[in-house]
């Protein structure tokens, strides 16, 4: 099925490591045969294996590699590969919590967000790093779609406002901060414990914005504005205190 919908840790990166495994099992025997060892004497550590009752002796695993195609022990197989499937035996749930603060501007519609909190357990963070660089990108999109985005379709279903003047792409001018935090719960029945990140901020990040401004205009009985909430549509539910649907019309060149 490939690794879409938050699948690439959760799925391919479970038959990675179970893989991975298995080839630093064969590794180790390697290993111990190099330098000499019972198998039990050897211990791993990133990139080397090492003699227990004596550190400073030890292999890498480029050692290792090099020794499966010329200097194997007797029994064991040429090369340092391996195979392994994955099979889900259920998904991986990974919780969120987003909040915003804005701040709206009654005479033009205009809101500014002035804080967001993004609070995400997606397991064991493999690349920390990697890992808040899909939450923000999708808190931007997020916000994009809360403030700017749309696509209008015809009564037959033809896409009319396909171009960049409607669907708006936000820069790092409009894009605001966010603060990130994070809870670590591993998935029980993931090899390493992770679960998907890419889908949660895109998830949960629009109906903060929208809740937020909302709950600036909570003292004028508008309960809803579909997205995006554009700065007139804004301005139009505050002084006609009355829900706004439907999408704003598509820009044309006439």
Known sequence: MGTYASRSTPVAGAAVAMVSRKIRAKARKLAAHLLE????????????????SSPDRGVTIQDCANAAYSNMPDGLEPGLENTAYYDPPNLTWPFACYIATV???PETGVWDVLNVVAVDDCGVRINPMIVEGQIMGGLTEAYAMASM??????AEGNCVGS??????LPTAWETPGFELHEVVTPCPHHPIGAKGIGECATVGGPAAFVNAVMDALKGTGVRNIDMPLLPDRVYEAFTTRRDIS?????????
């Open 37 to 52: 060892v019972s198998e039990e004497d050897i211990e791993w550590e990133l990139g080397r294996f090492y003699v227990r």
């Open 103 to 105: 701040e709206v501007d």
């Open 149 to 154: 985005q749309f696509i209008t379709f015809d």
């Open 163 to 168: 171009n960049y003047m409607d669907y708006l």
């Open 246 to 254: 439907g999408m704003p019309p598509v820009k044309t060149e006439d």
